[in-house]
C-alpha cells in the first residue's frame, strides 16, 4: 500500500419529482441543463493515463440493440460491459485510442466511431466508475483521491443532466450513492469532483452516468425495485430469451398465473436428465449484467468442482444464476427457482470491482441497539479463510483469492434451492407449473428438520427477530441482555450460528454450509457470543467447529444426505472436535489461532498477509428470499 486513499460519501437523491417510471415533468428548475447532442460521445474532455474515461453511445429515441464495442487502436484497455451503451475504463498510458461500436437502429445495422488523445498527468482525484444505469434504480461511484488531499475540500457537482442533489452522509466517507431520477428518454448526468491538496492546488475529475429510459414497471411486479440491464452470457442458449424474462425483469406481475412455466424454464436437472450437468450447460442458465462476472464464475467451477462436482450437482433445483452489479446481498428465490449472486464475491481486477454497486446490504444497522455481537468467520489453518481487499488500494486477485468465499456462498444458496425442491421431487413436477407451484407442493427437507431437531432458545429466536428482520424493534428486556446471558442461551442449544434462529431455512443453509466447507477444504466455522463492536468484540463464549457437536452433527449430516445425496455421509464421523474459545479477556481476534498442530513458519506466514489484507467481522449471511406476497 503505497498510501491510504481518501474518499467522499456523497448520498444523490431526485430532484424532480415524475409521476411513475419513464414518464412526466418537472418543474422548470428540474428542467436538463446542457443536455448533449445525440450520438457517440466521451465524457471527459481532458483525458489523462490513470484516470477513468466514459464512452457513450446516446440515441435518446432510438430502439438500439445488439450493441458490440470494439478496440481499434491504442494501448489496450479492458472493455467490461462490451455490450451496453457505455463502457468505460482506466486509461493506461498516455497516447491516442480510438473505439468501434456496431449496433442495431430498430432492424437497420449501424457502426460509429470515436478517437482520443491522453496526457499524462497527477490524477490526485479520480471518480470510477460511469456505467449504463436504469431509471428509478439505485447506483454507487467512488472518488479516489492520493495521501496529500485535504479531505475536508472535496466536493461534487452537477455539471449536465436531469437534475439531481446531493446529500453528504458523514458516517460514511467510502462512496457515493446515487438515486437515478425518472426520465423520459435516455439523459446523461456528468457529475464532476473537486479537492485540493494541503498545498491548496485544486485537482478535478469527471464522471458520467446514462439513464436508460425503460418500460413501465408492471403494477403490482414481482420485483418493486428498479432492475438492472441483464442479458444471458450464452446468446445462443435456447433458454436466452426466458431467462431475463422469467427471473430478473420488472415486467413480472406478482401473481403465480404470471410465472414462467416449467415447460419454458425448467430445473437445470430437466435438462441434464437428472445427470450431474456439464459446466456448458450450466452456463446456458447464467444471466448477467457484465460478461466478466459470467466469465470469472465458470473459470472458479472449472478450477474447484471437477473432483467432486458439488456445485454442478447442486446447482441442477435451479432454473438460472443471475450475477448483476445490483444484487446485494445475495439470495435464492422460490418465486423463480433462481439464486442471486452478489459479483462481490468473484471479482478478479480492481477495474471488474469498479463496476459493482456498493449500495449497504438493507440489514445493515438492524439491532443496534443490543449489548451483544455475534460475529462469525470462516478458518484455515489457523486464519482467516478470506479477506476484505480494501477498495482504495486497488488490489488484483487470482481464482485462488475467492475459492473457499465463493464455496460458502454457493454452498449456502444452493442448499436454498435444494431444500425447496429436493432431489426426491425432481422426476415428479409437472412441466404446465411454474418452479412455485411445484416448490410448494413439496415437503421441505427444513420443514422435516425442525420437527425432528427443533431449535429450543426462544430468546435466541427472538433476539434473531430483532438483529436480522425488520419484524420486530428490541425490547427493554432484550436491550438489557449481556453477552453472558446470550451465551447461556445459545450455547446449550444444537444451533451452529445466531442467524440460524431467524428461521428453518437459515438454520438449514448454515448447517450445511459449515459442514461441506469444513468436509471438503478443511474450513472451520467460528462463532461466538462477544460485547458490541464499541467495545471491542470481547469474548464471552465461543467455539470453532461447532458442527461436531452432538446433535449439531446429526442436524447437519441429515440435511446433507438430503440435500446432496452423492455426498458420503461416513465423512461426518472425521469433523474435527469443537475447540472452545479463551472467554473474559481475550478479544474475537485474539482467539484466531487456537487450533492445535499447525505449522508455525505458515502461521506467521498468514499473519504477515493478515497486516496487508483486512480481516472481515461479519454478522449476517446470505439469504432465502421470503416467500411471494401472493
Not at 448526468?189 to 414497471?217: F, K
Not at 479477506?387 to 468465499?405: A, G, S
Not at 498442530?597 to 498477509?609: E, Y
Request: proline letters at 5%; aromatic letters at 10%.
Amino acid at each position: 500500500m503505497k498510501y491510504p486513499a481518501i474518499l467522499l460519501t456523497t448520498v444523490l437523491t431526485s430532484a424532480l419529482s415524475l409521476a411513475g417510471c419513464g414518464g412526466g415533468s418537472g418543474s422548470d428548475d428540474d428542467d436538463p441543463i446542457n443536455e448533449p447532442t445525440p450520438g457517440l460521445m466521451q465524457s471527459d474532455s481532458n483525458p489523462t493515463a490513470g484516470s477513468s474515461t466514459e464512452l457513450i453511445l446516446l440515441q435518446p429515441n432510438q430502439d438500439i440493440s445488439q450493441i458490440s464495442w470494439q478496440q481499434t487502436s491504442g494501448a489496450e484497455v479492458t472493455l467490461l460491459s462490451s455490450n451496453s451503451k457505455v463502457v468505460a475504463f482506466t486509461i493506461p498510458a498516455s497516447g491516442d485510442y480510438s473505439f468501434k461500436v456496431d449496433y442495431l437502429d430498430g432492424s437497420a445495422s449501424k457502426s460509429e466511431s470515436i478517437s482520443f488523445s491522453a496526457g499524462s498527468g497527477s490524477n490526485k482525484v479520480v471518480a470510477r466508475l460511469g456505467h449504463s444505469v436504469v431509471e428509478q434504480g439505485a447506483v454507487s461511484l467512488r472518488a479516489f483521491t492520493t495521501s496529500d488531499i485535504d479531505t475536508t475540500s472535496i466536493s461534487w457537482q452537477q455539471l449536465s443532466g436531469p437534475a439531481v442533489s446531493f446529500d453528504v452522509d458523514n458516517t460514511n466517507t467510502a462512496i457515493a450513492i446515487f438515486a437515478v431520477p425518472s426520465v423520459s428518454s435516455d439523459s446523461v448526468i456528468e457529475l464532476e469532483v473537486t479537492a485540493q491538496t494541503t498545498g491548496g492546488d485544486t485537482h478535478t475529475d469527471r464522471v458520467s452516468l446514462l439513464i436508460e429510459n425503460r418500460l413501465n414497471m408492471a403494477s403490482d411486479a414481482l420485483f418493486d425495485d428498479a432492475l438492472a440491464n441483464i442479458h444471458a452470457y450464452n446468446p445462443d442458449s435456447a433458454f436466452a430469451d426466458a431467462l431475463v424474462k422469467c427471473v430478473y425483469s420488472n415486467q413480472i406481475e406478482n401473481k403465480i398465473s404470471e410465472l414462467c412455466e416449467l415447460s419454458e424454464l425448467p430445473i437445470l436437472a430437466q435438462t441434464s436428465n437428472g445427470l450431474t450437468p456439464t459446466i456448458e450447460q450450466i452456463m446456458d442458465r447464467v444471466v448477467v449484467s457484465h460478461d466478466w462476472m459470467a466469465e470469472n464464475f465458470k473459470a472458479y467451477l472449472e478450477e474447484f468442482d471437477e473432483d467432486n462436482h458439488d456445485f454442478k450437482n447442486l446447482l441442477r433445483a435451479t432454473t438460472a444464476i443471475v450475477l448483476s452489479y445490483d444484487v446485494r446481498p445475495s439470495f435464492y428465490w422460490i418465486a423463480t427457482g433462481a439464486i442471486y449472486l452478489d459479483p462481490d464475491n468473484c471479482w478478479l481486477t480492481a477495474d471488474q470491482r469498479d463496476t459493482i454497486n456498493e449500495a449497504p446490504d438493507f440489514r445493515a444497522g438492524l439491532g443496534d441497539d443490543l449489548q451483544f455481537s455475534m460475529p462469525w468467520r470462516y478458518v484455515k489453518d489457523n486464519n482467516y479463510a478470506w479477506f476484505n481487499y480494501p477498495v482504495n488500494d486497488r488490489f488484483n486477485r487470482d481464482l485462488t483469492d475467492i475459492k473457499f468465499e465463493l464455496a460458502y456462498l454457493l454452498f449456502h444458496e444452493l442448499a436454498h434451492a435444494n431444500d425447496f425442491l429436493p432431489q426426491a421431487e425432481w422426476s415428479g413436477v409437472s412441466s404446465s407449473d411454474s418452479f412455485y407451484e411445484a416448490a410448494i407442493d413439496v415437503d421441505e427437507i427444513s420443514d422435516d428438520m425442525i420437527l425432528r431437531y427443533p431449535l429450543q432458545s426462544q430468546e435466541m429466536k427472538d433476539l434473531a427477530a430483532v438483529r436480522f428482520t425488520t419484524e420486530k424493534e428490541a425490547n427493554d428486556t432484550q436491550k438489557a441482555y449481556t453477552p453472558d446471558d446470550v451465551a447461556i442461551f445459545y450455547k446449550g442449544d444444537i444451533s451452529n450460528g445466531f442467524y440460524n434462529y431467524t428461521n428453518e431455512r437459515e438454520d438449514l443453509g448454515i448447517l450445511f454450509e459449515s459442514l461441506m466447507l469444513s468436509l471438503r477444504y478443511g474450513v472451520q466455522r467460528d462463532t461466538a457470543v462477544t460485547s458490541d463492536s464499541d467495545h471491542g468484540y470481547m469474548v464471552s463464549w465461543g467455539q470453532r467447529g461447532r458442527v461436531a457437536e452432538p446433535g449439531i452433527s446429526e442436524r447437519a449430516s441429515y440435511v446433507t444426505g438430503r440435500i446432496l445425496p452423492e455426498f458420503d455421509l461416513s465423512l461426518v464421523d472425521t469433523l474435527p472436535a469443537p475447540i472452545l474459545m479463551t472467554p473474559g479477556r481475550d478479544f474475537w481476534r485474539d482467539n484466531l489461532a487456537i487450533s492445535p498442530n499447525v505449522p508455525q513458519a505458515l502461521h506467521t506466514l498468514l499473519l504477515k498477509s493478515s497486516k496487508t489484507l483486512q480481516p472481515k467481522i461479519q454478522t449476517h449471511q446470505h439469504h432465502a428470499r421470503t416467500m411471494p406476497k401472493h
